[in-house]
């Protein structure tokens, strides 16, 4: 049977009732919330399921809004379903102040680094997973650096005029 | 040391090779011992190819046949810093990988040169943020450095030229020297 | 030395000691910068942990900082070997996000510039794990075929490894003869080096004890673990993004997708073999294509997107509404829809992901890199296991492990 993207959010409207919310369909690729406290019961769901079968994470990420209070850090599942092609995104919210998501790494293997890359770039913590440390940047880092509030260059470098490149 | 050109040339082409200045006899050629150990190291040495990135790919394209660095005597590249007098930093080095190039270069015995080949490795290249040293001489002191992104093979085999000219003419009293000990001493290195 | 053996030693008095090896982030054979830290029982494996971000340069934060068309070269830097095929990803993605449609001859060069790009990248790969198993010739005898590729790209775009190739829309100038020329040379002369180099390695009975039967992964663990590309085609999954999701007319293109069985050194060596020969099949077919193109079809190189795509200079001198797009663009007056899209291409590793969202402004909000390489790498413990410090080498040469895409 075709499973189209009507059919997926009938599909997960039966299952979780109004807890997904924000269906969309940007570029034909459905995109759907769930509260954060359900994102293992809903990867559960699109992976156990016969018809949907959604049990291959192509990537895992996360986005900062900080125009959001509430709701800053989202962290986004990208799931495919390799026989229907059928691509899904899925996405959590979190708060800045408490960034704590359940870590995806025992129903995917892929989670693991993955999750440990967005902790590195967003500090978020996620909760469950073997080893959570920094993957890629130095590990005495204290803080988080892909969040908008940081600039892109070491200020601490004095080779290079700032002055130069237009932002002073 | 400039070759003539070779092709293109019509009539005869001489090949000339030019060997240290000295006096020449039936069977013996006497020159000052600064000279023969200057064309002896330059011509032989063995490089210690520091590759991280992309600047790696030109260098084994520059080892490859078709560009073919053996023939400037580095047919040997070797990864132990005992065995090797240059070091060359091909590609971006992170402020993670910063303390490795310095162990590195520590290791390895003197006389040593190094050689910054790339963007990444002179400055920091396009690569201005948090995470990435611009440029090695913050760590360890560099001898040449080859601009590019990545540099042709030509353009390294041409800083290996230039480094090949500041070991022929090097002397042989420089490691010792007060000058010399201040640049280590500059860069926090017995 | 007799009587030890009538000893009877208590339990556990004699423990075992496993050897700590760092395979460290500086090791031969260039393979990149990534560090293992190896357990060893003997010469056997017991486990390993892995540290990476030795090549860390931010790509995501820098992405933020540029407009659209000034993150193509770090998009070059991604997997170096291959770099054309990361810019048109890039391009495919940014033409989905702006809604730009190019022309069937401009996705024709596009498939001929991937498909070469796919070559080299495999070529040294394959090359690199003969170099790992002691067999120096293939290597150097197959680098005077990339630099003919790298002459193909310095016709094209002017530079041989980090290419940033083409432009939103399509390419920066028309191919010139010269290119065309070399491509046919390629096609002629490229078969018979690469027949040459499979017999020097496929049945050769030194590398198939070396490679058969080490560093294997199912199916089923391989998909788990994200795999994707020749990695997960050779452990008997034909997932192929140029076949599930078509993008730059690959639909017109025939050509098979080979799939080993075991997943170990052996098959991703054949893969990616095989994988070569339906590259040179592909660039066949569109090289045809291309030359089918007549008259004024044949000058089309970029499609007609003037708020996207530069003007012609002359234009721009001379006509007014091309000064003001020209305008526009450079200074980022365009308007860049709002949104969030995610595009993949099939890189020479496999799914190579871009999941980019716009909020309108001049330089994307978020962009973020899905990279094989990274996702992959994950598994070699599990792929080394119990095998020996040789294999375990040869293991992470196959995997073909890029430094640039594990770490952006």
């Known amino acids: 049977m075709e499973i189209t993207n009507e059919y997926i959010q009938q599909r997960l409207t039966e299952k979780f009732g109004d807890q997904v919310t924000g269906f969309e369909e940007p570029y034909g690729m459905l995109t759907f919330e769930a509260p954060k406290e359900l994102n293992l019961k809903v990867l559960q769901f699109l992976y156990d399921d016969e018809v949907l079968k959604f049990r291959f994470l192509t990537d895992l990420c996360a986005v900062h809004y900080p125009e959001q209070p509430g709701r800053e850090l989202a962290v986004v599942y990208h799931l495919h379903n390799l026989e229907n092609n059928v691509r899904v995104r899925f996405k959590v919210f979190a708060p800045i102040a408490a960034p704590d998501v359940f870590s995806a790494t025992a129903l995917f293997s892929a989670a693991n680094w993955m999750e440990r890359e967005t902790y590195d770039f967003f500090g978020v913590n996620f909760v469950g997973h073997p080893n959570l440390k920094r993957i890629l940047n130095v590990d005495e880092m204290d803080y988080f650096p892909l969040r908008k509030e940081y600039p892109l260059e070491d200020q601490t470098r004095i080779d290079k005029d700032d002055e130069m490149f237009g932002r002073g | ?190 | ?408």
């Open chain 3, 1 to 408: 030395m007799q009587e030890q053996q009538h000893i009877k030693l208590p339990e556990g008095s004699i423990g075992k000691q496993t050897t700590t090896l760092n395979l460290g982030p500086t090791h031969p054979a260039t393979h990149g910068v990534m560090q293992n830290i190896l357990e060893l029982d003997g010469e056997r494996v017991v486990s390993t942990e892995q540290t990476i971000g030795y090549i860390h340069r931010a790509f995501e934060k820098l992405a933020e900082r540029r407009p659209l068309f000034q993150i193509t070269p770090i998009t070059d830097r991604l997997n170096y070997c291959s770099s054309p095929i990361n810019n048109m990803g890039w391009h495919i993605t940014c033409e989905k996000l702006l809604g730009v449609k190019t022309p069937k001859r401009v996705d024709y060069l596009r498939v001929i510039i991937m498909e070469l790009a796919r070559i080299a990248d495999h070529l040294i790969c394959n090359s690199i794990v003969g170099v790992d198993s002691g067999a120096f010739t293939g290597f150097l005898y197959v680098m005077q075929y990339r630099e003919l590729i790298y002459e193909i790209y310095e016709e094209v775009c002017g530079s041989r490894l980090t290419t940033n190739i083409g432009r939103i829309g399509g390419f920066e100038r028309n191919f010139s003869n010269a290119a065309f020329e070399k491509i046919q040379k390629f096609l002629d002369e490229y078969p018979a080096v690469l027949k040459e180099f499979e017999n020097l390695f496929t049945r050769n009975r030194i590398f198939m004890e070396r490679t058969i039967g080490s560093g294997g992964i199912s199916a089923e663990r391989a998909l788990n673990y994200g795999f994707t590309g020749p990695n997960l085609r050779a452990a008997g999954v034909d997932y192929d993004v140029r076949v599930h999701s078509p993008y730059s007319s690959y639909e017109d293109f025939e050509f098979d997708v080979p799939v080993g069985s075991t997943g170990d050194n052996y098959d991703r060596f054949l893969v990616r073999n095989a994988e070569m020969w339906q590259s040179l099949r592909i660039i066949e077919q569109a090289f045809r294509r291309v030359q089918e193109f007549k008259g004024a079809e044949a000058d089309v190189y970029h499609a007609d997107a003037p708020a996207y795509y530069l003007p012609d200079k002359k234009d721009v001198y001379t006509k007014m509404e091309a000064l003001i797009y020209h305008f526009k663009i450079i200074m980022g007056e365009t308007e860049i829809p709002k949104g969030e899209v995610y595009q993949s291409v099939e890189g020479a590793n496999g799914e190579l992901g871009y999941y980019l969202i716009s909020d309108g402004g001049r330089t994307p909000f978020r962009l973020h890199f899905r990279r094989p390489c990274f996702i992959y790498y994950q598994a070699y413990p599990e792929l080394i296991k119990g095998s020996m410090l040789a294999d375990a080498v040869i293991t992470m040469s196959s995997l073909n492990l890029i430094a640039g895409e594990l770490d952006a």
């Open chain 2, 1 to 190: 040391m400039a070759r003539p050109v070779r092709f293109n040339i019509k009539g005869d082409v001489k090949l000339v090779t030019e060997g240290p200045e000295g006096y020449a006899g039936e069977g013996f050629f006497a020159t000052t011992l600064d000279k023969l150990v200057g064309m002896g190291r330059k011509n032989s040495m063995w490089p210690l190819p520091f590759a991280t990135s992309c600047c790696g790919i030109e260098f084994m394209a520059t080892m490859a046949s078709h560009y073919d660095f053996a023939r400037f005597g580095s047919e040997r590249v070797g990864f132990s810093p005992r065995q090797c007098d240059i070091l060359m930093v091909m590609g971006t080095i992170a402020k993670k990988m910063g303390p490795v190039v310095k162990e590195v270069y520590l290791q390895m015995a003197e006389p040593r040169w190094v050689m910054a080949v790339g963007a990444c490795a002179s400055s920091g290249g396009i690569f201005d943020t948090y995470s990435v040293l611009q440029g090695i001489d913050q760590i360890i002191p560099v001898d040449v450095y080859v601009p590019g992104c990545p540099p042709r093979p030509e353009a390294i085999i041409d800083g290996f030229m230039k480094v090949q000219e500041l070991v022929g003419k090097e002397s042989l009293r420089r490691r010792n020297s007060d000058r010399y000990k201040e640049l280590m001493n500059s860069y926090g290195i017995q």
